[in-house]
């Protein structure tokens, strides 16, 4: 693991001894712990070049409680000046990349810098509109970041800073605070066990969503996991970010609500999970409350921001007005008995995915209870279903515009760019916006597209919209380091086939098995030329990481469409009870399967054995890592034990195509096969229920898959063009 100096923050946590951390983190900056800040996040991009020393970070002052930063060339010096380190790192960011043609992003970095640096002809100032630029959904915590270690946290944090993000979501550690509460609760060690859940269930417990699902957590899980949530909170807060931590939602174990006859707890249904509600009207909810808030102030401080969801995808037992309007006042006072500065954040999917409980009676209700300068709502899916226009603003509420993005972390292409730069600046004119008070993403996982999540946050630093096809071909040049008309074309053609809407739910690969036509993504002929393109465009780019990062998702974007129209073909031969044909397309069905298998081997961001290596590490004997494994693959297949869902998650990996989706194929095939020899219809249902202890037996194995790449990623996509060329470009 890569070690730092460390920031002002871990040295104050070190003085203070563990355990201990000051009441609160919030408040200003001083300027040279911003300026030192930055310097910082600069030498972890650059650690051995020697033209950073040619940039210079400067304080100054904010414009009118606006975050700002100006870049420009002085004695030689790039000048790059912010009111805090985070409008710092977006200057720097924004010289990297209009200035210095490099890109960083979570899914590869092009930092070839000029030598010498370039020179700001005219000086560059920029102001942030959005007051608030929010990151990561509580899924992403199960999806993406379940087993991340520092090293792998540190990268994201320093993207964060990059893009200007000033309030993140950071739970990471939540399991150490609620194993200290229930101790205080009474509960025995067992008991305490047998309700904290598995690594990537557990943010789906801090919604009160499930309990228990996935565990028991090794002790030394709980205690490495509450250091590692110090380290980000530090730098994240060294940085200037304001983190939100958790809030009680009055979820509380089963036991609780047994051993407290005199409170009034709920049974809350969500899918196949039954977990518990304390009312919030209860004495017991403010002192349980109470207690949360003590321990976690004790480990993790506090910026005042606390995120809770008390019904995400549920709805409150009571739908009287004056019942919803003490429920959101008790949750709020949880918050503030012990923080009086407290603000409540909280995610507006409630409102959109129970939308009949929750008429405007009900919203204004609820949300008026609370002061206006207390709560912050999400709008979460305003790329689909934006709430703020049908709820009058969330009721005068300071509100932030966000985008979902990904559900799952599927392996996807798309991303809504248009929509993007035209409705979030249509709300941001229209007269009823309310408090529009900035943006976020709240993605459930770390996604595949990262050109989505560049134009979103930088929108917080425009006052106009962006032409987004010119646009794309500025980010093209920074992506790869250098202006290519390949390059170009091939975003002007995703742009026009596949950025210019949401995210498709996944491709046949990954679907449940069926002899049905099944939608393909896009058209594979339109996709198969920009993949084309950037080939032409691999002698100047073949070493750049970013673009071989593009190339496979190009490639296997193409190829996962294709393998629809061999899907459409297999059924339609099956339903002509042309065996032959059906043999004969399964086979390319089955290989073409292989060979994408083969192209994203060669990315690490593409290995299952990456993540459950990952997974494995956070065991200290065999039995846990065989624990931490087979939470790692149940979550990815089969999620829980009923088929409500069933490859929610699914990945299209090196790995799990060749270990776990092509078998369900061959045996789905085989099947079909045989209904086709004897004259019988394939029953896909049948087969679900008969794969199923199979797939159920895949989460406990313990073969292990490739966690490095392997093989080189342009000269598998050429070889792979060469093959399937004339099918999609005749």
């Not at 210079?56 to 002052?61: L, N, Q, S, T």
């Not at 509420?397 to 990904?406: A, E, F, G, H, S």
């Not at 193409?558 to 397309?585: G, P």
Request: aromatic share 12%.
């Amino acid at each position: 693991m890569k070690t730092h100096m460390p920031c002002l923050a871990l040295v104050m946590l070190l003085l203070l001894g563990p355990g201990v951390l000051p009441p609160a983190f919030a408040g200003t900056q001083s300027d040279s712990a911003a300026s030192a800040a930055a310097r910082g996040l600069l030498d972890r991009l650059f650690p051995e070049s020697p033209q950073k020393d040619a940039v210079v970070f400067v304080a100054i002052p904010d414009e009118g409680l606006q975050d700002c930063f100006e870049i420009e060339t002085r004695d030689g010096k790039v000048i790059i000046g912010g009111n805090n380190a985070i409008s710092m790192a977006v200057g720097l960011n924004w010289y990297l990349k209009y200035s210095c043609h490099c890109h960083v992003s979570f899914r590869g970095r092009q930092l070839n810098l000029p030598e010498p640096l370039p020179t700001v002809a005219t000086k560059v100032r920029r102001t942030a509109w959005a007051k608030k630029r929010y990151f990561l959904n509580y899924c992403c915590f199960g999806y993406s970041l379940a087993f991340w270690d520092f090293e792998q946290w540190e990268e994201l944090i320093d993207w964060m800073a990059l893009n200007g993000i000033n309030a993140p979501l950071s739970v990471t550690g939540a399991e150490a605070v609620w194993q200290a509460v229930c101790r205080q609760l009474g509960m025995t060690e067992a008991e305490i066990a047998e309700f904290l859940a598995g690594p990537p269930y557990l943010p789906f417990q801090w919604m009160g969503c499930l309990d228990g699902w996935g565990g028991p957590l090794p002790q030394a899980w709980i205690a490495q996991h509450e250091q590692l949530g110090r380290r980000i909170l530090a730098r994240q807060r060294e940085l200037g970010m304001t983190p939100v931590l958790q809030g009680f939602t009055g979820h509380v174990p089963a036991v609780v609500a047994r051993k407290t006859p005199d409170a009034t707890a709920y049974k809350v249904e969500w899918l196949e999970w039954q977990t518990h509600l304390m009312d919030p009207l209860s004495p017991q909810f403010g002192e349980i409350a109470r207690l949360w808030m003590t321990e976690q102030q004790k480990r993790f401080g506090s910026d005042h921001l606390y995120a809770a969801d008390t019904f995400i995808e549920m709805v409150p037992p009571s739908g009287d007005l004056k019942y919803l309007a003490d429920l959101s006042r008790a949750i709020y006072s949880g918050m503030a008995a012990s923080d009086p500065e407290a603000v409540w954040v909280l995610q507006g999917w409630a409102f959109m995915y129970k939308r009949q409980f929750w008429t405007q009676p009900r919203f204004q209700a609820f949300l008026a209870a609370i002061d206006d300068e207390r709560m912050l709502v999400l709008d979460l899916f305003c790329e689909s279903t934006p709430m703020w226009n049908v709820t009058d603003a969330f009721c005068g509420k300071p509100w932030l515009w966000c985008n979902i993005q990904t559900f799952g972390c599927k392996v996807n292409m798309g991303g809504a760019l248009d929509k993007i730069v035209s409705d979030l600046y249509s709300a941001r004119r229209d007269p009823n916006r309310g408090q529009l008070a900035g943006l976020g993403f709240v993605n459930e996982g770390l996604d595949y597209n990262p050109v989505v999540f560049d134009l979103l946050y930088e929108c917080a630093w425009r006052d106009e919209p962006v032409d987004v096809a010119a646009w794309l071909d500025q980010y093209s040049d920074h992506r790869y380091g250098a202006a290519d008309p390949e390059a170009r074309q091939a975003w002007r053609l995703l742009y026009t086939y596949v950025y210019n809407k949401r995210q498709s739910g996944g491709s046949v690969i990954v679907a449940k098995p069926t002899l049905e036509p099944h939608s393909p993504i896009t058209d594979a002929a339109k996709i198969a030329a920009a993949w084309e393109h950037l080939l032409n465009a691999a002698d100047q780019f073949g070493s750049i990481d970013t673009y071989r990062f593009d190339l496979v998702q190009v490639a296997r974007h193409c190829l996962a469409s294709y393998a629809s129209e061999l899907q459409h073909q297999m059924a339609a031969a099956f339903h002509e009870r042309d065996l032959a044909a059906f043999e004969q397309v399964s086979q390319r069905f089955l290989d073409l399967l292989r060979n994408i298998d083969a192209l994203l081997a060669t990315r690490e961001d593409f290995l299952l054995g990456r993540w459950l290596e990952d997974a494995k590490r956070w065991g200290a004997t065999e039995a846990e890592k065989a624990r931490m494994e087979w939470n790692a693959r149940r979550v990815l297949t089969l999620w829980g034990e009923t088929p409500v869902i069933d490859d929610y998650a699914h990945k299209e990996w090196s790995g799990m195509i060749s270990g776990f989706y092509l078998p369900r194929w061959e045996r789905a095939l085989r099947q079909a096969t045989e209904d086709l020899g004897v004259g019988r219809a394939f029953d896909p249902l049948a087969f679900d229920e008969n794969i199923r202890p199979w797939m159920k037996q895949w989460s406990s194995r313990q073969d292990t898959y490739p966690n490095r790449p392997h093989g080189d990623t342009v000269a598998v996509a050429q070889r792979l063009w060469k093959k399937y060329r004339p099918a999609l470009r005749p």
